[in-house]
């Protein structure tokens, strides 16, 4: 049972909380500001509800805006929730600015103290799994700072992986190019028990059909003109660790039979051999496909992707996250300010509406790309728009389109967008796809898609 520490010098009050919250809660009780932190540093809740006038003063703020601080010193996550008066409301909310949870104004009303209390808790969880999450992969990736996140999605993400890393059940991860898949699947194996062990990616859609059987399960020496040996593949180097497949929506039908086969039986054979070697690998796959539609259309097995989605993560694209390309572009800006020894204080205002207004095709790749590259082209304390490669018009599109009358639907405006963007980056670098690519902050496969998708393929 969760432990629920209240604070306050109202008798009658303590005992109706406890009436009220004592069959969800363990409840600890303290009449006083010294009383109250002993209980907390003993018993450690994650949520406090608080009286602000506690003795000697109870008239006053004073003690309880020093327990509030006592409490946040030894843990600055909890979430104290302040018991208020009408007429306390300018002291309930300084304790809010000094870092307290929330507000709650007497007389209280034990059923919507139970939904604050609870949305406590829940909150203190989520957070709790987002700090694992990164200091699971602190020094591990530079990049994993591309899953840092405040929206509720990528909160939920974050508890997600956790839940799921200790166990040993296949995942697939889903989203957009650049949305941080393989992040995803590094942080479920760095959290998982095989963290000790090989984790072993491979990209589907990036190796030419007739050599990806040899890069998944290697070749017996002599199976085809060039097998001068004996090779192990990467389902193999993933044995006891780890194996992440990366746009699996791109594996053709003949392997994804195969794949079917050792999630089912954890056995393999190699190309040209005819002995079964049995491997201990964990799967994580991830797709930027419609899995539903490729299934209809008979291009993905169903039965492969129910083995591969025991559990399945949804990340959302950048622009769907409220309130975290400000937090990701800040974070990208400390990182290359170190990295290149540059001084830049941060961004201009008319910068920082450019970049929530974009509608990141990219998605944080995309992001991360053009704020490095912002840092080492600036010669000023700010970053402007055009730093950012927002000079011209195609590339500082809203997220609602060109002209919001030309479009008949959202996915239309970001259709066009898209196709503007990508048509731009293509004729800048006149035709370089390996360069548009990397200036798009995407792989170059998925440029491919890009311009299949809107009929650019002219442009090359």
């Known amino acids: 049972m969760e432990k629920l520490l209240i604070i306050d010098d109202s008798d009658d009050i303590r005992k109706q909380l406890k009436w009220g919250l004592g069959k969800e809660y363990s409840i600890f009780q303290a009449g006083e500001r010294g009383e109250g932190v002993a209980l907390y540093k003993a018993h450690r809740p994650k949520a406090v509800t608080l009286d602000l006038g506690l003795p000697p003063h109870p008239d006053g703020v004073e003690e309880g805006l020093k327990c509030l601080e006592e ?37 209280i009303d034990l059923n919507e103290i139970k939904v604050v209390v609870k949305r406590a808790f829940h909150l203190y969880d989520i957070e709790e799994e987002n700090r694992r999450l990164h200091q699971a992969l602190d020094g591990k ?8 996140g405040q929206c509720p999605k990528m909160l939920e ?7 799921v890393a200790s166990s040993d059940v296949s995942v697939l991860i889903m989203g957009e190019s650049g949305t ?19 984790f072993i990616p491979i990209n589907c859609g990036a190796i030419p059909e007739n050599l990806l059987e040899s890069e998944l399960f290697g070749h017996e020496k002599g199976a085809f003109t060039g097998a001068h040996a004996q090779v192990q593949g990467k389902v ?54 419609d899995i539903t539609k490729a299934i209809q259309e008979r291009k993905f097995r169903e039965d492969l992707y129910y083995r591969l989605g025991v559990i399945t993560i949804n990340l ?116 370089n796809i390996a360069r548009a690519a990397e200036e798009l902050g995407i792989s170059r496969p998925t440029l491919y898609d890009l311009m299949k998708k809107h009929g650019l393929q002219n442009l090359t």
């Open 71 to 107: 409490i946040l010193r030894e843990n600055p996550y909890a979430k104290v929730i302040i018991i208020s008066g009408n007429d306390e409301r300018e002291n309930a909310l300084k304790a809010v600015k000094n870092g307290a949870y929330d507000v709650y104004q007497k007389p």
């Open 157 to 163: 993400v974050a508890a997600t992986i956790r839940k």
């Open 180 to 198: 941080g898949k393989e992040l995803v699947s590094r942080a479920i194996h760095s959290m998982s028990l095989r963290k000790g062990e090989a």
């Open 141 to 148: 990736t530079a990049e994993g700072s591309r899953l840092i």
């Open 316 to 431: 959302p694209p950048l622009r769907e996250r409220e309130g975290d390309i400000m937090l990701l572009s800040n974070l990208f800006l400390s990182k290359s300010c170190e990295q290149f020894g540059k001084k830049i204080r941060g961004f201009t205002s008319e910068a920082a509406k450019r970049l929530e207004s974009y509608n990141w095709p990219g998605n944080v790749r995309e992001l991360e790309n053009r704020v490095q590259r912002a840092v080492i082209m600036s010669e000023g304390a700010l970053i402007g728009p055009q730093d950012l490669g927002f000079a011209s018009s195609a590339e500082g599109r809203l997220k609602t389109g060109t002209d919001p009358n030309d479009a008949t639907t959202l996915k239309d405006a970001r259709d066009r967008v898209e196709k503007e963007f990508v048509t731009a980056s293509i004729e800048r670098n006149r035709g």
């Open 236 to 289: 193999e180097y993933a044995h006891k660790g780890t194996l992440f497949l990366d746009e699996i929506g791109e594996l053709p039908a003949n392997l994804q039979v195969k794949i079917l086969r050792f999630l089912q039986e954890k056995l393999i054979q190699r190309v040209g051999g005819r002995d079964d070697i049995a491997v201990d690998a964990r799967i994580i796959a991830a797709t930027n496909v």
